[in-house]
C-alpha cells in the first residue's frame, strides 16, 4: 500500500478510507494497535497469514503479542467509504479530528496528523533513505 492521505474524523468516529487503499483493504478489514502511536489495517488475507504465524509460535512468544488482537476490530466500510474505528482505538493512537492515512508496503497507518508530519520529516531525509535501502541490498 502507498500513498498519504489526509482525512477527519467525524463526530461519530468515522473516518474514510481512501479508494486507492480500499482497493487493497477490502470492504471488511482489521485495525488494531502498532508498535508506534498509531493503528494499523490490515486486509482479511493479510491478517489471516498473521495469524496462521502467530498460531504456529510457542505459546509463550504468543502472549506477548495478545495486546495485538485483544485491541483488534473488525472493521467494515459504510455506502460512503467509511469505517468506524472504535474509541479505545483512537485513544490508542491520540486521533481526534485530522488524520493522516499512510500507506506502508502490507498495511495502512492512521496517524494524528500532526504527528506523522513530524515523523515524516525525521524519516525522509537522504541519510535514513540510504540506510534502508543498504540493509535491503538494494
Request: aromatic share 10%.
Amino acid at each position: 500500500m502507498t500513498g498519504v492521505y489526509r482525512h477527519s474524523i467525524d463526530a461519530k468516529g468515522r473516518l474514510f478510507i481512501p479508494s486507492k487503499l480500499r482497493e487493497e483493504l477490502g470492504d471488511t478489514f482489521y485495525v488494531t494497535i502498532s508498535t508506534e502511536k498509531c493503528l494499523s489495517a490490515y486486509s482479511e488475507e493479510s491478517w489471516a497469514a498473521f495469524r496462521a504465524k502467530v498460531a504456529a509460535m510457542p505459546m509463550i512468544s504468543r502472549k506477548k503479542i495478545r495486546p495485538f488482537f485483544a485491541h483488534a476490530a473488525k472493521c467494515e466500510l459504510d455506502n460512503q467509504g467509511r469505517i468506524l474505528l472504535p474509541q479505545p482505538l483512537r485513544d490508542y493512537a491520540g486521533l481526534t479530528k485530522n488524520v493522516a492515512v499512510v500507506g506502508d508496503c502490507t498495511c495502512a497507518e492512521f496517524w494524528d496528523e500532526e504527528t506523522w508530519d513530524k515523523i515524516d520529516v525525521e524519516e525522509t531525509t537522504p541519510e535514513n533513505l540510504a540506510e534502508v535501502f543498504t540493509e535491503l541490498d538494494f
